[in-house]
């Protein structure tokens, strides 16, 4: 059975949290998901920047909790949402497990508590020019 015990971010494999400074806004077409001004930049190694979005800042009528729970060794234990636009009543609108949250992030992480991140594949999420 694989370990759960936390890794600690560190030169082999560093994790930086910042605020962004601009605005953001995550949408699916022209669904606007969230807007916000107070996301956050998550750097993890060589891996793309992610925004986290506080979750207050996403329009939580969209988002339907999934069963999925993933776990990475640096953050805790990942749990998702799917996305279900209003006009999808057939389910072609459902974008499953395309959000994805810490609800209690490992120490080293703790500030993206009560924050969102969305797969890019799914969710266009664009950093405003300043």
């Known amino acids: 059975m694989a370990t759960r015990e936390p890794k600690i971010p560190g030169p082999d494999h560093p994790i930086t949290i ?3 400074v601009q605005r953001v806004v995550a949408r699916v077409g022209t669904h606007v998901v969230a807007d916000t001004n107070r996301a956050l ?3 993890e190694a060589a891996y793309p920047p ?3 979005i506080p979750l207050d800042d ?3 009528t969209l988002l339907a909790p999934s ?6 060794p640096y953050k805790g234990d990942a749990s998702y949402y799917s996305i ?4 999808s009543s057939d389910g072609e609108g459902r974008l499953t497990d395309a959000v994805w949250f810490y609800r209690e992030p ?4 703790v500030s993206i508590a009560n924050h969102v991140a ?3 594949d799914q969710v266009e999420v664009v950093v405003e020019a300043a």
Do not use: I
């Open 67 to 72: 069963g999925t729970q993933t776990y990475c």
């Open 18 to 20: 910042e605020k962004t």
């Open 41 to 43: 930049t998550l750097r």
């Open 106 to 109: 490992y120490d080293s992480v």
């Open 84 to 87: 279900a636009l209003p006009d």
């Open 118 to 120: 969305f797969y890019a």
């Open 50 to 52: 992610v925004q986290y």
């Open 58 to 60: 996403v329009d939580q």
